[in-house]
């Protein structure tokens, strides 16, 4: 059976994927701010189809730890370096992390099944 998997639908299943993965809490060292929602962030930014749906360039964050603190993904350009030098995730992650990155795949149904596959598990 052919399902059509739409962006959105593959996105929310990354989403829950990271989430589960994660254990429903912020992944940035020590966070111990109160907050009420969940943020999922792509490591590498989504335009990158070859990480777009893929669990490893997922880290779960809270608002502050996201967007809003100075120390955030989107505001801390060393934010990389500051996860590794705390051992959220290591050199080596990131070196396959970039490996992928920069291998050029298009969004293709074939590509978005083979996705949902490997994140299925997560349903
Ligand atoms: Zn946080």
């Known amino acids: 059976m052919v399902i059509k998997l739409t962006d959105k639908k593959l ?6 994927a990271a989430l589960e993965r994660a254990g429903y809490k912020c992944e940035f060292p020590d966070c111990n701010i109160k907050y009420s929602q969940l943020h999922a962030h792509h490591i590498y930014h989504r335009s990158h189809v070859s990480l777009r749906y893929v669990l490893e360039n997922a880290i779960i964050l ?3 730890h996201h967007t809003l603190g100075s120390l955030s993904a989107h505001k801390n350009p ?19 992390l970039r490996e992928e990155r920069n291998r ?15 994140l299925k598990i997560y349903l």
Not at 11 to 16: D, E, P, T, V
Not at 105 to 116: D, F, I
Request: charged content about 35%; some cysteine; hydrophobic content about 35%.
């Open 11 to 16: 996105l929310k299943l990354w989403r829950n």
């Open 62 to 64: 809270c608002p502050h």
């Open 78 to 96: 060393d934010f990389k370096d500051h996860l590794v030098a705390t051992g959220v995730r290591t050199e080596e992650f990131f070196d396959r």
């Open 104 to 118: 050029v795949q298009k969004n293709t149904a074939v590509w978005k099944q083979e996705c949902y596959d490997r």
